[in-house]
């Protein structure tokens, strides 16, 4: 056989293992959560890209099962973080998913102390995947981005922005003093809402919009400035981001963080009159 195609082939065998792993191992025979973690890290750094997709995807289902507490948390994230930028769709797809649940398990500890500066180094991972190449992921990442339950209010207000936000807080390398990783800071935050409401397909401006509404609970300036992007897409030409639109100032009224202006009111109610005529 030839040793390039033998290399590329995606070992059924060993994806099969990791699949086993996951879901079905932590469901039965009462596994260790953290000796099924080990070995699906492994697998997820493994020579076979189905292999490492149903590796991360075993660490999600065993991760929904536990706690936020200990280690476990810590090492699914820094397994997801390490494909993020994998060549391969369906591994960068598998990984947004899994940071974005370590997220919520992060959102969901009683200690807070270091995990708001993790937030807002998850925020900036997810909002660089916002601009990936392959839909799917970009779909995913602001799904993942939704999903957030605390983030620095200088970080949301500057995804709504192309232009970069000066902090008053030096370096934007760093959050409070911990450098980030390279392309991996504030500025790749900037704009990720204004580039998502233009993507050419119509799945992602429709979850941009809604990710948009579900962040605006966590800052009232964030809100009021997402606002008049959402005005924009009362126009877009495709109706199902119209109505996402409707959805998400409805959500954004019922989180009590609507502040509808009278330069706002002319839109909204010719877009309620069409579509009740």
């Known amino acids: 056989m030839d040793e390039g195609l033998a290399a590329s082939e995606p070992g059924p065998s060993v994806a099969k293992r990791a699949r086993f792993m996951g879901p079905h191992a932590s469901s039965s025979s009462g596994a260790d959560p953290e000796m099924e973690i080990r070995a699906l890290v492994s697998m997820a750094s493994g020579l076979y890209p189905l292999a490492r997709a149903e590796a991360l995807s075993g660490l999600a289902a065993v991760l929904e099962k536990v706690n936020a507490g200990g280690g476990v948390v810590e090492c699914c994230y820094a397994c997801a973080e390490k494909l993020l930028r994998d060549e391969d769709e369906g591994i960068r797809l598998a990984a947004v998913r899994l940071v974005g649940l370590c997220a919520e398990k992060?959102?969901?500890?009683?200690?807070?102390?270091?995990?708001?500066?993790?937030?807002?180094?998850?925020f900036l991972q997810l909002s660089s995947m916002a601009r990936d190449m392959c839909t799917e992921v970009r779909i995913e990442a602001f799904n993942a981005l939704a999903k957030m339950q605390r983030v620095s209010e200088g970080v949301l207000l500057q995804s709504l922005?192309?232009?970069?936000?000066?902090?008053?807080?030096?370096?934007?390398?760093?959050?409070?003093?911990?450098?980030?990783?390279?392309?991996?800071?504030?500025?790749?935050?900037?704009?990720?809402?204004?580039?998502g409401v233009e993507d050419e397909f119509y799945q992602v401006r429709t979850v941009a919009c809604k990710t948009r509404g579900a962040l605006a609970k966590l800052s009232n300036q964030y809100a009021q400035k997402a606002l008049d992007l959402l005005m924009d897409m009362m126009n877009d030409d495709t109706e199902a981001v119209r109505l996402q639109t409707l959805q998400t100032l409805f959500d954004m009224a019922t989180y009590g963080c609507l502040s509808m202006q009278e330069k706002h009111m002319h839109m909204v109610l010719i877009i309620n009159i069409m579509y009740l005529v």
Request: hydrophobic fraction near 35%.
């Open 106 to 122: 992060f959102a969901m500890r009683k200690e807070l102390g270091g995990d708001g500066d993790q937030m807002d180094r998850v």
């Open 161 to 195: 922005s192309k232009k970069i936000i000066k902090t008053d807080t030096g370096s934007a390398s760093s959050i409070k003093g911990k450098k980030l990783p390279p392309k991996l800071s504030s500025p790749c935050a900037a704009g990720i809402f204004a580039h």
